[in-house]
């Protein structure tokens, strides 16, 4: 149980573009969503927590206009990568909490490189 | 802010070894979790450690929760190439946030 999967595993995309990554909880209906980005071998830094049905809570330095979240339901959040540039190139992972556990599963990753 | 300072960052170690990971901050932390990762997949979770002085075994894994639970360390005995990832120690800040604080993460490398 307490599966997450994201859309699409990879992407690549031209400057300027915008693009839309997924995340489902599968087996379980996930009150708080959570999006991180990793660089290469670096840790996970979080950006933003989402909870359903309402706005995401964005980390400090974290553009909330670039990277909006939609959290429609209780299975799903998505995170769209707003006129991505270079920089934005990175792995984006989301996670899920089920109730008011600590534990927190995550989604595969997905791989974004701007070109 | 609450850090969470992981060490070493690298390790390189010959089959059979043992070694020690280390999670190490100055808050305490409700909870704290230890992830392994593989290059192009997402953490997957090993142990959730709660109460202070804890200790878990999972098969040549043995982890432990510091009493005052601000620290955490990861034992792996006899290492198996199998054992090569990332490892990432991630606290429950003890604001019932539910967000996770991620250590720098400790790569690991087992040479058969």
């Known amino acids: 149980g307490a599966v997450v999967s994201q859309h699409p595993s990879w992407v690549i995309c031209k400057s300027g573009t915008s693009v839309k990554i997924e995340c489902r909880s599968l087996?379980?209906?996930?009150?708080?969503m959570f999006w991180y980005r990793q660089f290469p071998k670096q840790s996970l830094m979080l950006m933003a927590t989402?909870?359903?049905?309402?706005?995401?809570t964005y980390e400090q330095g974290v553009e909330k206009d670039k990277f909006l979240i939609n959290h429609a339901s209780l299975t799903l959040s998505t995170l769209t990568v707003t006129s991505a540039h270079p920089e934005d190139s990175s792995f984006y992972i989301c996670s899920a909490i089920w109730g008011r556990g600590d534990t927190q599963y995550f989604g595969p990753g997905t791989r974004l490189t701007v070109l | 802010t609450q850090l969470l300072e992981q060490s070493p960052q690298f390790l390189s170690i010959q089959e059979g070894e043992n070694l020690t990971v280390y999670c190490n901050s100055s808050s305490v932390f409700s909870s704290l979790q230890w992830y392994r990762q593989e290059p192009g997949e997402g953490p997957v979770l090993l142990v959730t450690v709660v109460t202070g002085g804890e200790v878990k075994k999972l098969k040549r894994l043995t982890f432990q929760f510091g009493d005052a639970r601000k620290d955490s360390s990861l034992h792996i005995t006899a290492a198996q190439p199998g054992d090569t990832g990332l490892y990432l120690c991630a606290g429950a800040p003890s604001d019932s946030s539910y967000k996770l604080i991620f250590g720098s993460g400790t790569r690991l490398l087992v040479r058969p």
């Open positions: 087996d379980f209906q996930a009150t708080t």
């Open positions: 989402s909870n359903e049905g309402s706005k995401a």
